[in-house]
């Protein structure tokens, strides 16, 4: 059975951007439209009635400024997640916004496609939040936060893949593994400190751009392994 799409607030003064917004939410697979409010005011009265996952925030309303509603938000203990979707470049605001629990900033004018990415980087954070148990290591943490931090739109990392952990498993294999011998995803695992799918899900991905290529080695067991190494003339992954 799959989830609930997550509900969306779209809150912009705007009507033609409030429209566009509304329906860019609506091609997003995994997400649904909660409703648009035009003013601070009807902001507050939608989210007092009907559950909301997540905010899209404007910064500039007729009638108070979108930080008003944040603290709002946050004072009455209210959960859901807050994306910044404004023109306001000011330092001061953006490090207000921050402070009070933005989980994402996208200035104005912008892609349909790094809307997309917004929304999925999100997704993809609640859910491994969703599934991670109460205690993290340093690596693990990283990796999550990372998720509301992923590369640039058209960087060429799927969806889900960080660009730090991508260095890390690159690191590892050029360090510790050759060209006659590399490593598997169960030691890249434990070099990087993740988990030995994960390791693999980058490693592939290493493999399909030309920057590693797939070895067999043969154990104790005479049971082949597939292990990944470097490939001579590659460069850096960036």
Known sequence: MSPDPLAVLVVEDEEIAARAHADYVG?????????????????VRHLARHRVDVVLLDMNLPDGHGLDIL???????YACDVIAVTSARDLAVVKRAVEQG??????????????RAKLEQLATFRRQVASSGDDLGQH????????????????GLPKGLTRTTLDAVTTAVRSH???????????????VGSS????????????????????TRFGGSGRPE???RPVASAGPSR
């Open 71 to 77: 603290r709002q938000l946050r004072g009455s203990g």
């Open 27 to 43: 091609r997003i697979e995994g997400f649904a439209l909660s409703g648009v409010a035009r003013t601070r005011q009807d902001a």
């Open 226 to 228: 597939v292990d990944y």
């Open 196 to 215: 030995r799918v994960t390791a693999r899900r980058y490693l592939e991905h290493l493999v399909s751009t030309g920057a590693l290529t797939r070895g």
């Open 177 to 191: 593994g050759g060209p006659d011998e590399g490593l598997s995803a169960t030691e890249v695992a434990e070099v």
């Open 140 to 155: 693990e943490l990283d990796e999550m936060l990372g998720l509301l931090r992923t590369s640039r739109v058209g960087d």
């Open 102 to 115: 933005v989980a994402s900033y996208l200035l104005k004018p912008f892609t349909f496609a790094a809307f």
